[in-house]
């Protein structure tokens, strides 16, 4: 039978503090106005994403490392992650000169494999899951003699992630909220115990992917459906943790489900409004805002963007994605007479308008329009929705019909 796992203590995260001072950034925790704007709430955000691997989780893993013996140094640690956990103890175990070994999911990015060894670990590719990678670093552990470093269930872990919300409510000890994305729980529940054994009255709300709602799930009592691409890979976990569950049943007043289109619209704020990179996990704390208003509308809220690491293309198209839903870029299609001059009179006309073309395409030989006449696909800039239909009426004013599609 399992021993039970001890819950960790204001006490212990206090001393685990002590731990990070001078080794881990003490990260800016800093007013967003746009933020504020945007979602009816004095808004802060504490800027984890600016520690070395550009995450959170270097805080946990550096003070679960520093509770091993020499003998257990020795032995070396394993853990098992496809991301920021792994890069966390790659980097903290070679500063400290222990060995690590990283278990990743064969399907995992290069780039992130090749960012865990420049930080000094063995990368072991096993497993088409993270949960069969999981099996595997179990596995390799119990042959090696390797000291697990579990991602979220270990009290050590959990106190680390905590020392976040002694920072936050010693910055600003008048917030009233604080928004924490949520995956195995070792975040939420470190954070949570530190904020309410600081201020009682304080609410943590939680905010986990509605493709992998497994922590919302398991504290009613249910099964989670989950599965599915999501942007916050990060927090796409199954299965609550066996110490998690009962601190976020216990200390969390709500958790709520964020979609795909949440979460984009808030990776594109932070990059747009904020002019900073948050990760889809990291993002999600924003993204519960958006998809909740009314949840925070007036409150103090301290937002933790826990993690950076996105790949630059998938932000790329994040942004023109949103650019797209605020009709900022918009795609037409018009019907014109195939005779000389039309092309130049419709870009005139465009940019008379102040639009700004980006993409052209002319056809002659599509089997719907008149054999005298043509096809004309043009992607545009505007500057929003409304200068965008003023385009697109000046050119039905002048007799050319437009028809709005998506655009590619």
């Known amino acids: 039978m399992s021993q039970p796992i001890v819950r960790p203590t204001l006490a212990d995260i206090r001393a685990a503090e002590a731990v990070l001072r001078s080794h881990v950034m003490r990260t800016p925790f800093l007013p967003a106005p746009r933020l504020s704007s945007l979602t009816g709430a004095d808004v802060k955000v504490k800027y984890e994403n600016?520690?070395?691997?550009?995450?959170f989780k270097e805080r946990g893993a550096l003070v679960k490392l520093s509770t091993l013996s020499d003998a257990e140094r020795a032995r070396g640690v394993i853990a098992m992650s496809a991301g920021n956990h792994a890069q966390a103890v790659a980097y903290h175990a070679t500063r400290l000169g222990i060995a690590s070994t990283i278990v990743m999911p064969v399907t995992t990015p290069h780039v992130k494999v090749a960012a865990t060894e420049a930080f000094g670990a063995t990368v072991v590719l096993e497993g088409?899951?993270?949960?069969?990678?999981?099996?595997?670093?179990?596995r390799i552990a119990a042959e090696r003699g390797h000291v697990m470093v579990h991602p979220f269930d270990d009290p050590d872990v959990i106190r680390g992630q905590g020392t976040i919300a002694l920072e936050m409510?010693?910055?600003?000890?008048?917030?009233?909220?604080?928004?924490?994305?949520?995956?195995?729980?070792?975040?939420?529940?470190?954070?949570?115990?530190a904020a309410k054994g600081l201020k009682p009255e304080i609410e943590i709300v939680g905010a986990e992917t509605r493709l992998y709602p497994s922590m919302w799930a398991a504290?009613?009592?249910?099964?989670?459906?989950?599965?599915?691409?999501?942007?916050?890979?990060?927090?796409?976990?199954?299965?609550a943790g066996r110490l998690t569950l009962p601190i976020v049943r216990d200390l969390v007043s709500t958790i709520v489900l964020v979609d795909e289109t949440h979460l984009e619209r808030a990776v594109n704020a932070y990059a747009t409004l904020q002019k900073t990179m948050a990760e889809g996990a990291g993002a999600a704390g924003l993204a519960a805002m958006l998809a909740e208003p009314d949840l925070f509308r007036g409150k103090r809220v301290g937002l933790v963007l826990c993690g950076g690491n996105i790949d630059p293309r998938i932000l790329a198209s994040i942004m023109m994605r949103e650019l797209a839903r605020e009709e900022r870029i918009i795609a037409i299609r018009l019907a014109i007479p195939d005779r000389p001059g039309t092309l130049g009179d419709i870009s005139t006309l465009i940019g008379d308008f102040g639009g700004n073309i980006l993409e052209v395409s002319h056809k002659r030989t599509v089997l719907d329009i008149p054999a005298k006449g043509a096809t004309l696909d043009i992607t545009l800039e505007a500057r929003d929705a409304g200068h965008a239909e003023r385009i697109c009426e000046g050119l039905r004013a002048r007799g050319y019909g437009v028809a709005r599609r998506n655009p590619e």
């Open 50 to 55: 600016l520690q070395v691997t550009a995450a």
């Open 128 to 138: 088409e899951t993270v949960a069969e990678a999981q099996e595997a670093a179990e």
């Open 169 to 193: 409510l010693d910055d600003d000890p008048g917030l009233d909220t604080l928004v924490v994305p949520i995956g195995g729980g070792g975040l939420i529940s470190g954070i949570a115990i």
């Open 219 to 239: 504290v009613r009592g249910e099964t989670a459906a989950c599965g599915g691409a999501t942007l916050a890979e990060g927090i796409a976990v199954k299965s």
